[in-house]
């Protein structure tokens, strides 16, 4: 992995600090084209299952973002279904960090 930007070492922090308060098995920050930032955590119920990149996207998307620069997923997976990002950003770079 290549290093990381400052913008994109912030994203690394609130994705770890979202996972962290809730005990989530993923952690999840976009940074959205005005530089805001959001998260999202790993969200299982019987009836659904979120994933925090889905979440983050989603709240990106719902607080009026257009397109995103970078995303950051904390994982312990091997591979994350980049999907919801590809669909607003096709070139945003997702660096997916160990944890």
């Known amino acids: 992995m290549s290093e990381l930007s400052a913008?994109?070492?912030?994203?690394?922090?609130?994705?770890?600090?979202?996972?962290?308060?809730?005990?989530?098995?993923?952690?999840?920050?976009?940074?959205?084209?005005?530089?805001?930032?959001?998260?999202?955590?790993?969200?299982?119920?019987?009836?659904?299952?979120?994933?925090?990149?889905?979440?983050?996207?989603?709240?990106?998307?719902a607080a009026g973002a257009s397109t995103l620069e970078a995303a950051v997923v904390v994982t312990a997976e091997a591979k994350v279904d980049e999907t919801p990002v590809r669909d607003v950003a096709a070139t945003a770079p997702i660096h997916l960090i160990a944890g």
Request: charged share 25%.
């Open 7 to 61: 913008e994109d070492e912030k994203l690394v922090t609130l994705a770890k600090s979202a996972r962290a308060r809730v005990g989530a098995v993923e952690g999840a920050a976009v940074r959205d084209e005005d530089g805001r930032s959001y998260t999202g955590v790993t969200v299982r119920q019987p009836s659904f299952e979120v994933t925090a990149l889905q979440l983050a996207v989603a709240s990106a998307l």
